[in-house]
């Protein structure tokens, strides 16, 4: 492969990764409320760059690495914790990009790309305080859940875009103030 073509695939490497990080409802979700703090956007986009490398670094990984390290980036940079299923799809999108790009298939790679953003939709969460005791003025106590809105081509949905499958879901997100975790969650 001469050297303009391989600087091409991993141009193309990176527009996908971005694109499917792009596409993921609990980044959008902790970009849109500020989990990350008044830099969240950069870091999002940070974000694109440093799984990009990720692979380059570890050309070998397994599928619960790319989750760890997806995991441990939205939990150290964006205060969340994501446990809403999402992590395994976008981690097995992500490890299925870069093994395109390893054959050099260009046009798998801007396929996936083309799809994760065709079905890519907008996320909107809007907060709802509950109490878990008595005592609504202890906030130790309190739970801030976000039902989650997802526009898809102009219609609104409940939940989450509306992808091929019988198991669409929704997604409920809890934020715990008394240790400042962020946890979203499916609805069940």
Same mark, same amino acid.
């Given at each position: ?25 609990? $980044?959008?979700? @902790? #970009? !849109?409320?500020? %989990? ?5 956007? =950069?870091?999002? &986009?940070? $974000?694109?760059? @440093? #799984? !990009?490398?990720? %692979? ?5 990984? =397994?599928?619960? &690495? ?5 995991? !441990? ?116």
């Amino acid at each position: 492969m001469m050297a303009g073509a391989a600087e091409d695939l991993r141009a193309l490497f990176g527009v996908a990764v971005r694109a499917a990080l792009e596409a993921w409802p609990a $980044l959008q979700i @902790a #970009v !849109e409320n500020g %989990f990350g703090g008044v830099h969240s956007q =950069e870091k999002a &986009e940070w $974000l694109g760059g @440093a #799984v !990009e490398e990720y %692979f380059f670094r570890n050309a070998d990984l =397994e599928l619960d &690495e790319v989750e760890d390290f997806l995991g !441990e980036l939205m939990t150290n940079e964006f205060d969340t914790v994501v446990e809403d299923g999402s992590l395994p799809q976008v981690s097995q999108q992500l490890q299925t990009m870069f093994h395109h790009f390893q054959r050099g298939d260009r046009a798998a790679l801007k396929e996936m790309a083309s799809l994760i953003t065709q079905r890519k939709c907008k996320v909107r969460a809007t907060a709802l305080t509950t109490a878990r005791e008595t005592d609504e003025d202890d906030d130790a106590n309190s739970v801030e859940e976000m039902e989650v809105a997802a526009t898809n081509d102009g219609a609104a949905t409940h939940g989450v875009c509306p992808q091929p499958g019988p198991d669409s879901q929704t997604i409920k997100e809890e934020e715990i103030v008394e240790d400042g975790w962020t946890i979203v969650r499916r609805k069940k």
